[in-house]
């Protein structure tokens, strides 16, 4: 299912960008200003509203593509494959803000503005996706999967349910930069929609988690105090924190981006660039930083893996195989 979510998703999103784009260029006959660094505000070509600013540009995008490697890294050589989905979601949030540097420099580019938009507020999809996978991994290494409620169906309900509103906000986001008015309407309801869906699973998704680990804090003691006498950055507690955290910061970005598109393109939110790295940006950064530092691969280990090497060697001894001298 993890597998299932950047393939299928990756494929929508280009359909989806290339389809809108050609679209929406060959329906565009909107009259753009010959200086469109003069008046951006009021420049009817200028779907920001504003210029990009292009030193917190390269800040949010060196920011985010730095964390990106350092996870690519962090999977190469110690484990947690399955967070490859929130790797793939930091390269396309990294992209995002690249389009932002032609933005800037080519203001009332649609094509461009179309391309940065799709992959900024749909990215987020692919971290909840990585989060989800992880209590699952997390309860089977604490032995705790009987404190997760609905747990054999846990990753596949929530994974469905975030795949299922990336496209309904994917569709939405898409027709949001259509020029009839009706269709632009139509899409901000439907983008709205599908972000409050996503508010509402990861908020069920969390309570599902709280419950988890007030469970555990009360009746698994044992498994509670597990790492007390490890250093706090090797105990599993921590990384449990973090988790926590990843999903606080991206219900409050859910927050934001819920009372921008009920403004409408024409609110405060939408046309000020404070607020979009402010309620948009800085939560984000937070929800993917917070797993450089702890990474999942270092306390949840492949039990698999040590399992078949277990298996292995019992089946030698069993064998009459002579074990190894050291």
């Known amino acids: 299912m993890a597998g299932f979510v950047p393939t299928n998703i990756l494929v929508l999103l280009t359909f ?6 050609s679209a929406r260029a060959a329906s565009n006959s909107t009259q753009c200003p010959s200086d469109p660094y003069q008046d951006p505000s009021n420049d009817p070509c200028n779907a920001l509203g504003y210029i990009a600013n292009n030193t917190l540009t390269a800040v949010a995008f060196g920011f985010v593509l730095l964390i990106a490697l350092i996870q690519t890294y962090q999977i190469i050589y110690n484990g947690a494959k399955w967070m490859l989905v929130m790797v793939i979601g930091e390269y396309m949030y990294a992209l995002g803000f690249g389009f932002r540097f032609a933005l800037h420099a080519n203001p009332d580019s649609l094509g461009i503005y179309i391309a940065e938009y799709l ?28 404190h997760v409620l609905f747990l054999r169906r846990l990753t596949l309900i ?36 599908g972000l409050v869906l996503q508010f509402v699973s990861l908020f069920s998704f969390c309570v599902v988690y709280g419950r988890f680990l007030f469970k555990v804090h009360a009746q698994e003691q044992a498994v509670w105090t597990r790492d007390s006498e490890k250093r706090w950055s090797s105990d599993w507690r921590s990384v449990a924190a973090a988790l926590a955290i990843s999903c606080i910061c991206i219900l409050i970005r859910s927050c934001y981006r819920v009372v921008e598109i009920a403004q409408g393109a024409g609110g405060s939110l939408a046309a000020s660039e404070t607020a979009f790295y402010v309620g948009d940006t800085l939560p984000l950064c937070v929800a993917i930083f917070v797993f450089v530092p702890f990474w999942p691969g270092r306390f949840v280990p492949n039990k698999r893996a040590s399992f078949d090497s277990n298996k292995l060697q019992g089946g030698l001894e069993l064998s009459g195989s002579p074990s190894p001298v050291v």
């Open 16 to 21: 989806i960008l290339g389809h809108v784009t």
């Open 119 to 146: 992959f900024i507020v749909l990215s987020p999809c692919f971290f909840i996706a990585a989060n989800y996978v992880f209590l699952g991994r997390l309860a089977r290494d604490l032995d705790c999967t009987h």
């Open 158 to 193: 929530f994974v469905l349910s975030d795949v299922s509103t990336f496209v309904i906000q994917a569709v939405g986001a898409s027709m949001t930069t259509s020029s009839d008015y009706n269709s632009a309407l139509t899409g901000r309801h439907i983008f709205l929609a």
